[in-house]
């Protein structure tokens, strides 16, 4: 069974950092792709960033140059490294991943940016 939950979101000022984590379980770590998604109030769920099972990462468009995702293969869990925080960042984070033909994700955390 998957299992996903992600720590470490919460409140900071404009211009701050968060470094939200996801630890995995019921999944070959080193194989599975990860994705950080963002669903903000009244907005539709957008991607942040993935990381592949081969370690190639990749940033939706409206965070890049500020987040950056990474992995840690012997403690399965993948981080999101935000930087240069905006209040538009407000969001619940939520990690999924596909794994033997099912999408799972994890509760997710709230991430609030002030102004």
């Known amino acids: 069974q998957v299992r996903l939950v992600e720590s470490w979101g919460g409140l900071v000022q404009a211009g701050g950092s968060l470094r939200p984590s996801c630890s995995a379980s019921?999944?070959?770590?080193?194989?599975?792709?990860l994705e950080w998604y963002r669903q903000a109030r009244g907005n539709q769920r957008e991607l942040a960033a993935n990381?592949?099972?081969?370690?190639?990462?990749n940033c939706g468009d409206a965070v890049k140059g500020r987040f950056t995702i990474s992995r840690d293969c012997p403690k399965n869990t993948v981080y999101l490294q935000m930087t240069n925080l905006k209040p538009e960042d407000t969001a619940v984070y939520s990690c999924?991943?596909?794994?033997?033909?099912?999408?799972?994700w994890g509760p997710g955390t709230q991430v609030t940016v002030s102004s």
């Open positions: 990381v592949s099972g081969s370690g190639k990462t």
């Open positions: 019921g999944i070959v770590f080193s194989r599975a792709g």
């Open positions: 999924g991943t596909s794994w033997r033909g099912r999408y799972d």
